[in-house]
């Protein structure tokens, strides 16, 4: 079972056992069409470009949250418990989770940060945000930290551990979850279209 972390990153992973890390733009009709397939609410400034921070409230009700969290030009990746009566047990994950009661969408993604990381995320370190009614209502959010912070990862109590691994990688994994694909792929067209 720890071996299978090794295998996606060597280098730059820890596990529990540790403790004791043609152009296609981005509203063509695929990328249209998967967002509405997935319940994705997103607003355009001006009519032509995605805008993300800024141009939708925190007004929607939302379950929870995650982070597609780079540190330098790498994601951070959690593998999922298995053995747990949780959806994709086993596969690579991004910090985030479950709502408390009365927090706001940033308030969340940056708490479910810092438990299953140990990363202080300030609201600044988000770059992107959209929100999604399925499988879940969530929000999902972009952020961004100098690669020297991954020094800094203090693995939680949830899942087998951490790894770094480039958004590409992560994208061809089997391992991934298959909506989070989609949704790092639109914030990657969205940071490509900036």
């Known amino acids: 079972m720890w071996a299978m972390l090794s295998v996606f990153s060597s280098a730059c992973a820890t596990t529990r056992?540790?403790?004791q890390e043609g152009q296609r733009?981005?509203?063509?009709?695929?990328?249209r069409q998967s967002r509405q397939r997935a319940g994705i609410v997103t607003s355009l400034a001006g009519g032509s470009r995605p805008s993300y921070i800024g141009a939708m409230e925190y007004d929607r009700p939302f379950?929870?949250?995650?982070?597609?969290?780079?540190?330098?030009d790498d994601l951070l990746v959690?593998?999922?418990?298995?053995?747990?009566?949780?959806?994709?047990?086993g596969y690579l994950d991004f910090p985030g989770g479950g709502r408390e009661a009365g927090e706001s969408p940033v308030a969340c993604a940056l708490r479910e940060t810092r438990e299953e990381t140990g990363l202080i995320l300030a609201p600044a370190d988000l770059f992107?945000?959209?929100?999604y009614r399925a499988p879940r209502r969530m929000w999902f959010f972009g952020a961004r930290l100098a690669e020297r912070r991954r020094d800094e990862v203090r693995f939680g109590d949830e899942g087998q551990g951490w790894?770094?691994?480039p958004p590409e990688s992560y994208m061809r994994d089997a391992m991934a979850i298959p909506h989070f694909r989609d949704r790092l792929q639109i914030l990657l067209d969205h940071a490509a279209a900036r």
């Open 17 to 19: 056992r540790d403790r």
């Open 78 to 89: 959690i593998r999922r418990d298995e053995g747990k009566p949780i959806p994709w047990p």
């Open 163 to 165: 790894a770094m691994m």
């Open 128 to 131: 992107w945000r959209a929100w």
């Open 63 to 72: 379950d929870g949250a995650k982070v597609a969290l780079f540190l330098g």
């Open 25 to 31: 733009g981005p509203w063509s009709n695929s990328v």
